[in-house]
């Protein structure tokens, strides 16, 4: 790998905040899964239970996240701020329509869905408790992402940081308060998540309102064709977007029936996966928003070598986080419960979680770059067949006697799945940058 390069500026200016802002959403997770699982093993199998009963909720709407990027990037490529305002007021627009609609189906069917999910007695009263509590927020959720994506594709990611540390502020201020100050348990807990929440959503519509001269926002309104574009760009990421969390969701269901420990291990180690994940991201983030501007210029030959400056840093830091988490593997099990059966269930199967950060990172990469590309429908596909391969496996668990080993392994069957499809696409002559494109005038433009 080259020790530097000519995006390299670029990169980190993006990269860095981003790492905090991506970080936010599972840390406010995280603070939650360590504080209750104080409280108990079965209110840690609940939180489980929930987390991936709110994945899968929103799991359509994450086109107002990337969609907006990439829309709102392409439009600053190409100097067309009005265009980018329309872009931006579109997708705040649809996060607050979606998440009165979102919040609505959570709190009626919360028990069901629970049950769905294998949860019974205990398990499924606190899963109850927490989804009809943090359900209130949806609508703050989807209005954060839709804001988070607007300002990546204005080249800004430390306006999203400064949020979201002031977000898990409060959540990390109201978490003790209320789960054991209070003593409302996961009830405290799922209180302290949707204040926060709604603290980032408000205070993101401060901002935009404030600059709305500087993004275009002066009168724009959301428009027809602007709506169809997103929702164009919104079915394929939904068909993405529900394969892969389609199989998260099946390891969790597939877990839960292996035993409770096997649960209440798998919600720790789904934590960290996600921690770790989106602090990868960073760079995939960084991808989205230079490869969709840089585009915007007309510019393919230089997305194409940012692209692979990118999948060079994210191998590296690929490798580091190994390095890392094996040197405190040891005492990984211990932040987060003290039941010594969960413990031994988290030791068991941390090594599988440690030797895939390389290979997530070049996934997470690479998706950045072809959400970036506006390359979607193939990102549709490729998640679909990939998600194919790690179900098969993971039907196959409780069956064959695999545990909880089985269900991260076929976890990291996923990701190799969608590596193989991703880096086929990267050299194939149809792919997002075929060879001999040559450089538009306008290349290196800032923001």
């Known amino acids: 790998m080259r020790l530097r390069s000519p995006h390299d500026r670029a990169i980190r200016a993006l990269a860095l905040p981003a790492l905090g802002s991506l970080i936010a959403e599972p840390v406010l997770s995280l603070v939650d899964t360590a504080f209750i ?15 991936a009963v709110f994945a899968l909720a929103f799991f359509l709407f994450n086109f107002l996240e990337y969609g907006t990027t990439t829309e709102v990037a392409k439009a600053v490529g ?14 705040m627009t ?12 959570l709190v009626a069917l919360r028990g069901p869905i629970a049950g769905l999910l294998g949860a019974a007695g205990e398990v499924r009263a606190g899963a109850v408790t927490y989804i009809g509590i943090r359900a209130l927020a949806a609508p703050a959720v989807l209005l954060v992402r839709a804001a988070h994506g607007a300002y990546r594709g204005y080249q800004d990611t430390r306006t999203p940081l400064l949020v979201a540390v002031g977000v898990n502020g409060v959540n990390l201020l109201l978490d003790p308060l209320l789960i054991f100050g209070l003593g409302w348990g996961i009830g405290g807990a799922a209180w302290a998540t949707a204040i926060a929440q709604w603290v980032g959503a408000c205070w993101f519509a401060a901002l935009l309102m404030k600059g709305k001269q500087k993004y275009g926002l002066a009168g724009a309104r959301p428009v027809t064709t602007e709506v169809r574009a997103f929702l164009r760009v ?21 877990a839960a029936r292996v035993s409770e420990v096997a649960l209440a291990a798998h919600q720790v180690l789904s934590q960290l996966f996600l921690f770790l994940a989106l602090g990868l991201d960073a760079l995939a983030i960084a991808a989205q928003a230079l490869v969709a501007r840089i585009l915007g210029s007309g510019d393919r030959l230089g997305a194409r070598e940012v692209s692979d400056r990118l999948l060079a840093l994210g191998v590296g830091v690929g490798v580091a986080l190994t390095l890392v988490l094996a040197v ?18 988290i030791a068991g199967v941390y090594g599988i979680l440690v030797v895939l950060q390389p290979l997530a990172a070049i996934v997470f990469v690479w998706d950045g770059v072809f959400i970036g590309a506006g390359d979607f429908g193939f990102l549709a596909l490729a998640m679909v067949g990939a998600a194919l391969v790690a179900g098969t496996l993971l039907v196959m668990v409780l069956p064959l006697g695999w545990g909880l080993s089985g269900v991260w392994w076929s976890i990291g069957a996923l990701l190799g799945a969608r590596g193989l499809t991703l880096g086929w696409r990267r050299v194939a002559p149809a792919g997002p940058f075929p060879p001999g494109s040559s450089r538009g005038s306008r290349a290196g433009r800032g923001w």
């Open 37 to 51: 699982g104080r409280v108990g093993r079965d209110a840690l199998a609940a939180l489980g239970v929930a987390a």
């Open 94 to 105: 649809l996060a607050a329509g979606c998440g009165v609609a979102v919040a609505l189906g």
């Open 328 to 345: 405190v593997g040891p005492l990984v099990p211990g932040w987060f419960t003290s039941d010594p059966e969960t413990r031994r269930a």
């Open 78 to 91: 190409r100097g067309d701020l009005d265009a980018a305002g329309r872009a931006t007021a579109t997708a």
């Open 234 to 254: 919104g079915r394929n990421l939904a068909v993405r977007t529900g394969a892969l969390l389609a199989t998260f969701t099946l390891a969790t269901a597939v």
